[in-house]
């Protein structure tokens, strides 16, 4: 099932997101496959619970829609369940990035080049590893969005005065995006 997007202006991308029990959150394995299908139809790479309207601590990243350019990422589909970043490497690197809850703004964004993580899978595994490249870049643009951030929150004063009124616009419903969004009003 197709889930509706939550766009910018949403009091739910704000919200810091709670953790959640696996062994008893209700219908979880539903969820992670509505997402998944949500993500793909809208052409994402990565794709967090607070965008489709839950403040739960859950992500899904799909690098295996980029894996014509990427192919080490064929049938790459990872599921973070409360996620934690341990460290994170000194050197940074910047890379452009969007989101589905911002359609049509993509901005440069300076973050840790690695980060040691942890989290549980789909199968309520718990995993600990270093990610490096973009899968670490897409893993913390969307654990930023469990902590009510968002992308454009981490750009110079500068460059959010240039997209303010696309933002504000956007806040009253006015967008255009090629998916379905949740009404903002
Ligand atoms: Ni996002």
């Not at 997007?5 to 009091?11: H, K, L």
């Not at 969307?142 to 997209?163: A, C, M, N, T, W």
Request: with cysteine; glycine share 6%.
């Amino acid at each position: 099932m197709i889930l509706p997007m939550y766009i910018f202006g949403q009091p739910v991308l704000r919200k810091v997101a709670e953790d959640i029990d696996f062994e008893t959150y209700p219908n979880l394995k539903e969820l992670i496959d509505n997402m998944f299908e949500t993500l793909r139809r809208s052409e994402g790479v990565g794709l967090a619970a607070p965008q489709i309207g839950l403040p739960i601590r859950l992500f899904i990243i799909d690098l295996d829609a980029i894996s014509e350019d990427e192919p080490q990422y064929k049938g790459y589909f990872h599921t973070f369940i409360n996620p934690e970043i341990l460290e994170e490497s000194k050197e940074t690197t910047s890379m452009s990035e969007g989101c589905l809850s911002i359609p049509g703004i993509n901005e440069s964004v300076k973050r840790p080049a690695k980060v040691l993580v942890n989290y549980l899978d789909e199968n309520g595994q718990e995993q600990e590893r270093w990610l490096e490249g973009f899968e670490a870049r897409v893993f913390q643009h969307e654990y930023d969005h469990l902590d009510g951030k968002l992308f454009v929150d981490h750009l110079s004063p500068f460059r959010k005065q240039l997209i303010k009124s696309k933002l504000l616009a956007m806040s009253k419903g006015k967008f255009s995006a090629h998916y379905k969004c949740k009404p903002n009003h």
